[in-house]
C-alpha cells in the first residue's frame, strides 16, 4: 500500500512538471506580438574643417568656412575672436 501511494505521488508530479513545460514550450513558440519601433530618419553627418571629426549637422557649430565640432576649431580655424 505505501508504494502505491509513493508511486502516485511520483505520478502526479511527473503529470504537472509535464504539463508545466509544455505550457512554457508553447508560449516559446506563440509569436511576439511587441510593438516595432518606427524607424527614425537618418542623421546627416559633417566633418569638422578643423580636425575632421565626423558630428551630427545639428550638433556642429557653424562657421564662415563650414562646420566645426567646438568653438575652439571654429576660433583656431578662422581665427576670429571671441
Known amino acids: ?25 508553447a508560449q516559446a513558440k506563440k509569436p511576439a506580438t511587441r510593438k516595432q519601433p518606427s524607424p527614425r530618419s537618418p542623421t546627416v553627418m559633417v566633418a569638422c574643417r578643423h580636425c575632421g571629426t565626423h558630428l551630427p549637422e545639428n550638433e556642429a557649430i557653424q562657421g564662415r568656412q563650414g562646420a566645426y565640432c567646438s568653438t575652439e576649431h571654429r576660433q583656431l580655424s578662422e581665427g576670429a575672436g571671441p
Open 1 to 25: 500500500m505505501k508504494y502505491l501511494l509513493v508511486l502516485a505521488v511520483v505520478l502526479v508530479a511527473f503529470w504537472v512538471w509535464r504539463n508545466n513545460r509544455l505550457t512554457d514550450d
